[in-house]
């Protein structure tokens, strides 16, 4: 078809150059143009066209090679973008077709696919682009060698001859890396700033100054400024906790001080419930540890400086009213004393510490801090008296149910239908059978008492007096009485006997106002013949004085002090009357056995 279209175009070409020269030859030869002039001019003009040939050939020659220049840079730039990319399963079309195809058709092939392999090339750089600039942020953020931005590096990404898939993988896989790291290092980072924002809270600190003063970027004030996550700030971060810590550790060991001493002038000066209250914040350290402590500004310098205040408010007024202070801590002493019944130490009594302090020979601190260790000291001598004091309350009780019960044999209607009988009678076996381990009960604390005063090389005194020696009186008291119920109930039998004698000689009972009516005769009852006499009743020594009861330390009644001088009158007085009874009731006893072994009288 071409070989046709060109002969085609040459026949047509051929005609129009024919026809033309013979229309020029006939101008010619209507001007009468000579032969050589024509054949000049024909010269001429074949030479112009040959010109216009060659020229037309060159510029069809200048194309020619134009179309192989670009044919082969299209052919370059192909093998290096499938190099670049590493696109290596891309072929470059030429090579695959015939070897006829144009020059034209050549490029046309090869065109569109470096065209498009630009488009991935393009795509590609970005995506390096990106992920370069990501990791040139993360790392600048973990060293911290340059100032951290947000917004894109005004660094161009350099050409790069490897834009492979494999490198991408490389980069990405890298900043993956990085970015692991990043989010480890934030949340220590955020960690550490919500400790400190915790402890600044709780010391009254400013947390943006403080975050500031490590590095600007922990305060996120700036939209556009990211976290500085370097080691220095990590350190930073730690060197500020530990201050703030031992801040802490500072504050509440002075405030503990403080509040302790608010305590103790508190309960001295009897400080009101609402005065109180209002360092309720303050006082709740005492029972908290360093952890515990998370209410915000309760450690602050402000809440510290008014408990200081109130602190020395305290002690002005403690100053003024330290007398008044000073007979409180005495009373409270004497309380304690009296209740433990033992004996106050009397060179901080009242009077004594009235003069002193009148006198101004001794501080009023000193001698309220005196008092205060007297009375730690009496507590302390409290709880080692504990168990001996509980056995003298038990010793003490069952001598009151002895009591009881003497005063309950004597009455006459105790066995009547009466209201209450029964439950007095309950109680009268109860107190029979507490009275029976009394001997026990004396001895056994005894005992105890002096295994105490071995241990604490001192005399174990109650209100005042030995206690062994008091039970040592009672037991000689209840020894005594014992024998003056005995020795009773030997005068009861010989006035029986004396009675059934009387009876036996006149043959009839006396009537109750005759035998009442007997006359007491130098201690002797007489008879009818003056011949027959039994003992009078014993006389009372000095040492049993009432026989209905027994002495004891009066701490139920009160009657301490009378019982003490009781026990002291009753361990001085003699035993010449005991023995006297005895050998007067004895020598009674002998004459009444003898009158009743002889014969009655006629």
């Known amino acids: 078809m071409l070989a046709i279209g060109s002969a085609t175009t040459s026949i047509h070409t051929s005609s129009t150059c024919t026809a033309l020269l013979r229309e020029l030859e006939q101008i010619w030869n209507d001007i009468g143009e000579s032969d050589v002039e024509k054949d000049r001019m024909l010269f001429e003009l074949e030479r112009e066209c040959l010109e216009v040939y060659r020229r037309k050939v060159d510029e069809a020659a200048n194309m020619k090679a134009r179309f192989h220049q670009m044919v082969a840079a299209k052919e370059a730039e192909l093998a290096t973008l499938v190099a670049s990319l590493g696109e290596h399963d891309i072929h470059s079309p030429i090579k695959t077709e015939k070897k006829s195809a144009t020059l034209k058709e050549k ?12 488009k991935r090339k393009d795509e590609r750089l970005k995506q390096f682009s990106d992920i370069k600039a990501q990791i040139e942020k993360i790392s600048g953020e973990i060293s911290g060698l340059h100032p951290v931005n947000n917004a894109l590096s005004s660094t161009t990404v350099k050409e790069d001859h490897d834009l492979s898939l494999r490198r991408l993988n490389e980069y990405q896989t890298h900043l993956h890396t990085l970015q692991m790291e990043k989010s480890d290092r934030l949340q220590k980072v955020l960690q550490c700033v919500n400790e400190v924002h915790s402890l600044c809270g709780v010391l009254g600190l400013d947390f943006g100054q403080t975050v500031s003063d490590v590095d600007p970027s922990l305060q996120g004030t700036q939209v556009l400024q990211s976290t500085n996550i370097s080691n220095s700030t990590l350190e930073g971060l730690e060197r500020t906790i530990l201050q703030l810590k031992t801040e802490r550790k500072a504050r509440i060991q002075k405030l ?3 509040v302790a001493k608010l305590f103790e002038l508190w309960n001295l ?22 952890s515990e402590i998370t209410e915000r500004g309760v450690l602050s310098m402000e809440n510290i400086e008014k408990a200081l205040e109130e602190l020395e408010r305290l002690s002005k007024l403690k100053a003024s009213r330290m ?6 801590k005495r009373s409270e002493l004497e309380e304690i004393c009296r209740l433990t019944h033992t004996e106050p130490d009397t060179s901080t009594s009242a009077e004594k510490a009235t003069a002193l302090i009148d006198s101004g020979l001794v501080d009023p601190s000193e001698l309220l801090a005196n008092i205060e260790a007297q009375i730690v000291k009496a507590k302390d001598e409290a709880m080692s008296r504990k168990e001996i004091t509980d056995r003298i309350d038990k010793w003490l009780s069952a001598c009151a149910e002895e009591n009881w019960l003497e005063n309950y044999n004597q009455d006459d209607n105790r066995y009547s239908a009466g209201r209450g009988a029964h439950i007095n009678l309950k109680r009268a076996e109860r107190a029979r059978v507490a009275i029976s381990k009394i001997p026990a009960m ?4 005894i005992n105890k008492t002096l295994a105490w005063e071995d241990e604490n090389k001192a005399y174990f005194l109650y209100d005042g007096v030995r206690l062994v020696s008091i039970l040592d009186d009672y037991k000689l008291t209840r020894q005594q009485k014992e024998e003056e119920n005995r020795r009773s109930k030997v005068q009861k039998k010989l006035q029986g006997l004396l009675l059934n004698q009387n009876e036996a000689m006149y043959g009839s009972k006396p009537s109750p106002k005759r035998s009442s009516s007997f006359r007491k005769t130098n201690g002797h009852l007489a008879n009818g013949n003056g011949t027959c006499s039994v003992p009078s009743t014993p006389r009372r020594n000095s040492v049993s004085g009432k026989t209905s009861e027994l002495h ?8 301490q ?15 010449n009357n005991y023995v006297a009874i005895s050998k007067e009731d004895t020598m009674s006893y002998a004459s009444i056995c003898g009158s009743d072994e002889s014969p009655p009288l006629s």
């Not at 000066?269 to 029972?287: A, C, P, V, W």
């Not at 004396?442 to 604390?445: A, H, K, M």
């Not at 002090?561 to 035993?575: C, D, F, H, Q, V």
């Open 269 to 290: 000066m009897d400080s009101s419930k609402e005065e109180r209250n209002r360092f309720l914040r303050i006082t709740s350290i005492l029972g908290s540890s360093e």
């Open 323 to 328: 007398k008044e202070l000073v007979f409180k």
């Open 552 to 559: 004891t330390p009066r701490s139920y009644s009160g009657r």
């Open 256 to 258: 503990r001080d403080v």
């Open 107 to 118: 490029l046309a092939s090869v065109t569109p696919l470096v065209e498009d392999l630009l």
């Open 442 to 445: 004396v001895d056994n604390l």
């Open 561 to 575: 002090n009378g019982y003490i001088k009781e026990m002291r009158r009753l361990s001085t007085a003699p035993l």
